[in-house]
């Protein structure tokens, strides 16, 4: 290549005469094929004609080109012949020899591997269709990606970043020391990396896993930071706009500043100028100065955090409607906001709901949603992958498709009625989760310290109880059931298929008659449990809504069929349908009312009405099972004024 930018060079040579300046030196390659210095003016014509044959000059650069001493334009023509870019291993400048030069890669040219530019003063334009693979940025040089793509290793040190477009695709934006880049458009892909660098984004996006090292300086005032941000090695992070996506984190040695407003940490407003989210259970709250809510949670790890207020811009109530692909709306919602998503309408991935509404009636919603002390009612559309409900939340799902891996954190409570959820919804600690219809594709996991509460639907695989989990079985269908060590289960009613109880479970199974290999148990006390401690027998009978069942006790897990291990506790009891005890623990109050509410076919309401506020004589001493629960206070205020009229009460959720 370099033999052909001499013969190219020689008829501007003869034009030019000695004020061209020399194309090689060394194994250095010197792209200045259009002179800028003063003295040519006497050759100004002919190297016009020549340089008009010869470069295919970029539309635009980032910087005026006669403020170079050269300028050239890949794809290159010379002598018939087209260059893409240069040699692999080529510096792209004489060095010390003074001059400067733009360097301009345009739609079709690559660079290829390992060039480097190496003096100040240098510029080096990328746009829209060019390619540079491992390409190197000395001290003093500059880099303007205005579009295309930087791949397979890129390095600026001491050097100049202007990222306003295009793409620094995966594992290859590698920045410092003592460089400083500029983000407003345009997107740095996985893996990235400062070092000792200061790093501007105000727009664009920051791809998953970029790290922030060694003394560097982040300031975010825009654009969008994805998963696993990590602020580390003394670097500074300034957080003031933009979106945030989930596992960001600060080392304790880090310096993490949020500026904006509207704080509140576990939905209380925090006072104190610091902030450290390491408990699993804490959250975050609040709005950034550019007026983006935002939501730091149990997937985010923040150290020392410094809050510092700023004045955040006023809340818009208008309520927002998102109908197609052009409407415009927020990066989330802040406190008394309404938005609904229809029609083809579409909401960003990280899109947070704080103290707002989300009604999604149809459209779509990204991954990474989550919403605080807020309502989200689902009814149709789609909603992606990793949704996740934070404390003070609800969740009402009639209809739509849910993404994999929806989470239901403390304090949160998600109401499903409808819908097809993905695989993998977790009730975690704290969480309720109330089931009366709707399809899981596969599996429902019931962490430590959740209540679930299965009154319909259908769960296509696995239903995990785990340790401290409370799960309430009394509708719908569940293909497999695992009732893990420490978990309790009460089954009540509904279909089970595949049932296994692992060591250290509980298991209480609720109904109207009970039997071993068909013999009845006639001993049994209508509210008085009995252990089963027979293994390798069948228990069938019928539950308290009338549907039959039969377990296999098998005390060895053979991976399919029903299991039930010799330390699990398996009890049975006998309810008397028209006791009006329709949650069937021995005793009829308001909660049986609430379950009759939900579904008016658990018995007659005419029972629960007799018998409310005492306990009928069968089940005075009776053994309640535990169960969690929780209800308004005013539907039992006005259960017991008497009133008949179901309409009339307020359903406690």
Request: charged share 15%; net charge negative; glycine share 12%.
């Amino acid at each position: 290549m370099q033999l052909h930018l001499l013969q190219c060079a020689q008829p501007l040579r003869k034009a030019c005469g000695t004020h061209w300046p020399a194309l090689l030196s060394g194994d250095s390659l010197l792209n200045d094929v259009t002179p800028r210095k003063p003295a040519m003016r006497t050759c100004r014509l002919p190297f016009i004609v020549a340089l008009c044959c010869l470069i295919s000059q970029s539309a635009q650069a980032q910087s005026d080109p006669s403020n170079f001493d050269g300028v050239i334009s890949f794809p290159l023509t010379v002598l018939g012949q087209t260059f893409l870019g240069p040699d692999p291993g080529v510096v792209l400048n004489t060095p010390n020899d003074g001059l400067t030069t733009q360097i301009n890669f345009n739609s079709g040219s690559i660079s290829t591997n390992n060039s480097t530019l190496p003096e100040a003063g240098n510029e080096i334009n990328v746009f829209s269709g060019a390619t540079i693979n491992n390409f190197n940025l000395a001290a003093g040089g500059a880099l303007n990606l205005v579009g295309g793509i930087l791949q397979n290793g890129f390095s600026a040190n001491g050097s100049t970043v202007n990222i306003t477009g295009g793409t620094a695709s995966n594992n290859s934006f590698s920045v410092g020391p003592f460089a400083q880049v500029n983000m407003t458009e345009g997107m740095i892909g996985t893996e990235g990396s400062v070092r000792n660098s200061t790093l501007d984004i105000s727009g664009g996006s920051i791809g998953d896993s970029f790290a922030a090292l060694e003394s560097s300086t982040v300031n975010i005032s825009g654009g969008r930071i994805g998963d696993f941000f990590d602020a580390l090695d003394v670097s500074t992070v300034n957080l003031s706009g933009g979106v945030v996506g989930p596992f960001f984190s600060n080392s304790a040695d880090s310096n993490l500043q949020i500026m904006g407003g509207e704080f509140r940490r576990n939905g209380v407003s925090v006072t104190g100028p610091t902030f450290s989210l390491i408990d699993a259970d804490d959250t975050l709250s609040g709005t950034l100065a550019d007026g983006s809510s935002f939501i730091f949670a149990r997937l985010d790890v923040l150290h020392n955090v410094t809050l510092t207020p700023v004045s955040v811009p006023a809340i818009d109530l208008t309520p927002i409607v998102v109908d197609n692909p052009s409407a415009t709306f927020p990066a989330g919602l802040r406190e008394g906001q309404t938005l609904t998503v229809s029609g083809s309408g579409q909401l960003n991935d990280d899109f947070a709901v704080v103290s707002g509404t989300l009604n999604v009636q149809g459209g779509a919603v990204g991954e990474w949603a989550e919403a605080i002390e807020s309502v989200v009612n689902i009814s149709s559309g789609n909603v992606g992958d990793h949704f996740q409900a934070h404390r003070g939340s609800v969740i009402n799902i009639s209809g739509g498709t849910i993404g994999e891996e929806f989470d239901a954190f403390v304090g949160s409570r998600v109401n499903i009625s409808g819908g097809v959820l993905g695989d993998d919804f977790e009730a975690n600690d704290g969480s309720v989760v109330n089931i009366t219809g709707g399809v899981f594709d596969r599996d429902l996991e019931a962490e430590g310290g959740s209540l679930v509460n299965l009154r319909g639907g259908n769960v296509n695989d696995e239903l995990f109880a785990e340790d401290g989990s409370l799960v309430n079985i009394s509708g719908g269908t569940v293909v497999e059931l695992d009732a893990q060590v420490g978990s309790t289960v009460n089954i009540r009613g509904g279909t089970v298929l595949d049932f296994n109880a692992f060591d250290g479970s509980q298991v209480n199974l609720f109904g109207t008659a009970f039997m071993i290999d068909g013999i009845p148990l006639d001993a049994l006390e209508v509210g008085v449990p009995m252990t089963i401690g027979d293994r390798d027998m069948t228990l069938s009978g019928e539950f308290g809504d009338g549907t039959a069942f039969s377990i296999a006790l098998n005390s060895v897990n053979v991976g399919t069929g029903d299991f039930v291990s010799p330390t699990a506790t398996l009890t049975v009891t006998l309810v008397d349908p028209t006791s009006g005890d329709f949650d069937f623990d021995a005793d009829v109050d308001g909660f049986d009312f609430l379950e009759w509410q939900r579904d008016p076919s658990v018995g007659n309401l005419a029972d629960w009405q007799t018998n409310y506020g005492t306990n009928p004589p069968s089940l005075a001493t009776s053994t309640a099972v535990p169960e969690p629960s929780s209800l308004l206070l005013t539907s039992c205020i006005v259960l017991l004024c008497g009133c008949r009229c179901a309409a009339s009460l307020v359903c406690g959720r």
